[in-house]
């Protein structure tokens, strides 16, 4: 069974910067093909890819985000680390962790389809 | 950036209902697209990837087609249990990039 698992601060204040953790089991991202990567989405409002990072190390960032975000993994933890610097108001959102990558019964495959999620952790910008 | 333009934003159905949902690429993804379906408080679930092909486990009472720069999420016989938003994605090329959603409510 897969699961994902996000974890870090609830609430962050304006120009701080935000750290969250995705802790993963039943994969390896020493897997060919595989990654995870953060999705987020404010209140109400729809899904925006932020990072993704694959089992070579490959790192991708949303373009309007760049600036801000940094990503990283740490193989024997089971762990992805997304940053977001200078965090602001409309950064309030719920934020998902997702495997990337499809598997068969034999090997797994580079395609950037997310599943699964994990349950999601809101972050709310204080001002 | 390929924008993922959805339609409608909000359909009301009936149980028992089918309901077609569209999603427009603005360039052509081929079959690079996956459907997902979250309910109220939850994380998404991927429904169909590869526009047409079903997740394991999802009932068969949910199907997608299309190609290229257009494609639909069709859901048979509508189940109370069926009632949440559903987003595409686009997962051709670099940034992957989400609709922006369809509520399905209860008429």
């Known amino acids: 069974q897969i699961t994902l698992k996000e974890s870090g601060p609830t609430v962050v204040k304006s120009t701080q910067t935000l750290t969250l953790t995705c802790t993963f089991s039943g994969f390896s991202l020493n897997t060919s093909g595989l990654g995870v990567g953060w999705i987020r989405q404010p209140p109400g409002k729809a899904l925006e890819w932020l990072a993704l990072i694959y089992w070579d190390g490959d790192k991708r960032y949303s373009p309007s985000l760049r600036t801000r975000l940094t990503i990283s993994k740490d193989t024997s933890k089971n762990q992805v680390v997304l940053s977001m610097t200078n965090m602001g108001p409309l950064d309030t959102a719920t934020f998902y962790c997702?495997?990337?990558?499809?598997?068969?019964?034999?090997?797994?495959?580079?395609?950037?389809?997310?599943?699964?999620w994990g349950q999601g952790t809101l972050v709310t910008v204080s001002s | 950036d390929i924008q993922m333009t959805q339609s409608p934003s909000s359909v009301s159905a009936s149980i028992g209902d089918r309901v077609t949902i569209t999603c427009r690429a603005s360039?052509?993804?081929?079959?690079?697209l996956a459907w997902y379906q979250q309910k109220p408080g939850k994380a998404p679930k991927l429904l169909i990837y590869?526009?047409?092909t079903l997740q394991s486990g999802v009932p068969a009472r949910f199907s997608g087609s299309g190609s290229g720069t257009y494609f639909t999420l069709t859901i048979s016989s509508l189940q109370p249990e069926d009632f949440a938003t559903y987003y595409c994605?686009?997962?051709?090329?670099?940034?992957?990039?989400f609709g922006g959603g369809t509520k399905v409510e209860i008429k």
């Open positions: 997702a495997r990337v990558g499809h598997c068969t019964e034999t090997d797994c495959f580079q395609v950037n389809w997310f599943d699964p």
């Open positions: 994605q686009q997962a051709h090329s670099f940034p992957p990039t």
């Open positions: 360039q052509n993804i081929y079959t690079w």
């Open positions: 590869a526009a047409s």
